[in-house]
Antibody
């Protein structure tokens, strides 16, 4: 059974950093492409980043230069390193497994950026 | 970037009646080499992650009731719930996975009338 479990969220001050983790089971993250999608409180889904099976990455313009997606194959885990956080980054962050379309989602990790 | 729009923003439908949601992409998401539309639909209920309903614009995900169907091609797509059930109350999103960034529509909220 495929499972995705996010961790690492919490309260951080503006300008601070946080690293989210997404631990996967039931499949190999290196064989799929994996994404982060976020949802601000009461808002819609916003695509954040992707790491393809060949290791290439892409980030939304809203986070480019501040966020970095990566993976650790032996831990079967993907990460989202978030630096220089802003209030507008406050959201639930979901990791998702893609077979082109997003077939599996984690339960999400809440990140709150506030002083 | 490909911009996704949805209409209406919300709709209320009587139990057993049809609900129709439209999605439009700013560029075609039809890949000519395989004739596939890179368009998916997701359902999200309060406090839950999104759930995949439809992919390739019209292929129903395993386990999804057959009252859900997707249609359309190129830039114009539709999600239809043929006979609305109480458990279908949710927000529905379309997403293009044709080109990064893999953008989502703003969502359509479906309620019971």
């Amino acid at each position: 059974e495929v499972q995705l479990v996010e961790s690492g969220g919490g309260l951080v001050q503006p300008g601070g950093s946080l690293r989210l983790s997404c631990s996967a089971s039931g499949f190999a993250v290196s064989d799929n492409y994996m994404s982060w999608v976020r949802q601000a409180p009461g808002k819609g889904l916003e695509w954040v980043s992707v790491i393809f099976s060949d290791g290439s990455t892409y980030h939304a313009d809203s986070v480019k230069g501040r966020f970095t997606i990566s993976r650790h194959n032996s831990k079967n885990t993907i990460y989202l390193q978030m630096n220089n956080l802003r209030a507008e980054d406050t959201a639930v962050y979901y990791c998702a497994r893609a077979l082109d379309y997003y077939i599996n989602w984690g339960q999400g990790s809440l990140v709150t950026v506030s002083s | 970037d490909i911009v996704m729009t949805q209409s209406p923003d919300s709709l209320a439908v009587s139990l057993g009646e049809r609900a129709t949601i439209n999605c439009k992409s700013s560029q075609s998401v039809l890949y000519s080499s395989n004739n596939k539309n890179y368009l998916a639909w997701y359902q999200q209920k309060p406090g839950q992650p999104p759930k995949l309903l439809i992919y390739w614009a019209s292929t129903r995900e395993s386990g999804v009731p057959d009252r859900f169907s997707g249609s359309g091609s190129g830039t114009d797509f539709t999600l239809t719930i043929s006979s609305l059930q109480a458990e279908d109350v949710a927000v529905y999103y379309c997403q293009q996975y044709y080109r990064t960034p893999f953008t989502f529509g703003p969502g359509t909220k479906v309620d019971i009338k």
